[in-house]
């Protein structure tokens, strides 16, 4: 049941998700590489416990992947279910909208400065 | 609200394309592109460097909210006047791979343009690191935890 809490709910809880500054630090991280819980708790001060239920959160929602690896399981970005989410694009989108407003008000501005 | 910016990435690809159409005429969406002072203010960041033609370089740098300061350069192949440029794009101290941008600049109507940017990466898999990065980071991203990151990435 705990571990399908995630999905049960609605899709904002993937959203409250990735809402807390450190679980996207982790994703950050794991976007780039695969990693151990050892390896990515080794770059925070926080409690080892307190790493591993970020972990748990995120694998809950599917945005993290399972691997094993010999003795050593290894987390990374689940990208579909990034892709499933839809919106994983809508952050890069904004950061271009964003740009692109703030060029067309100061253009604007600067047409009518004219 | 709907973004008036719009991003195609199609599936295993290695490239995408932004377009959008701007509430201004043709030379001044140009114009901002051009103009040192007026990049700086859009784009939030230090001009270093913008030479506007074949064979020019351009250079950037933005203090983060930390104090730190990142690197961005590149080289301008074309650069056509309320047409196109096509530069390569390069962000210093990280592992990304220098991509390749296709600007291209069009008149609408007289009061309106659309820009096109064709950006190429050198792989899928970089595509969609950099699709990513945003999502994970967020606007909050604790920068001097990127920082370490990058130094990681060195």
Known sequence: ?114 | MELKTKIQAEDNQQDLLVTREFGLPLELLFKAYVEPDIVAQWMGTKVLKLENKRHGSWQFETTDPNGNKHGFNGTIHEFIPNRKITRTFEMEQTAFPVQLEFLEFEKLTDDTSRLTMHIVYKSVAVRDQMLQLPFAMGISMAHDRLQELVEKLK
């Open chain 1, 1 to 114: 049941m705990q571990l399908n809490d995630c999905i049960m709910k609605s899709r904002r809880d993937v959203f409250q998700a990735i809402a807390d500054p450190t679980r996207r630090i982790i994703l950050t991280m794991l976007a780039v590489n695969a990693m151990t819980p050892g390896a990515i708790a080794d770059n925070f001060d926080s409690a080892r416990q307190t790493i591993s239920r970020h972990i748990q959160i995120l694998t809950e929602c599917q945005l993290l992947e399972q691997e094993q690896t010999g003795r050593e399981i290894y987390y990374r970005v689940n990208a579909n279910k990034l892709t499933e989410v839809a919106e994983w694009l809508q952050p890069f989108t904004k950061m271009w909208d964003d740009r692109f407003n703030k060029l067309e008000a100061i253009m604007k501005n600067y047409k009518s400065n004219k």
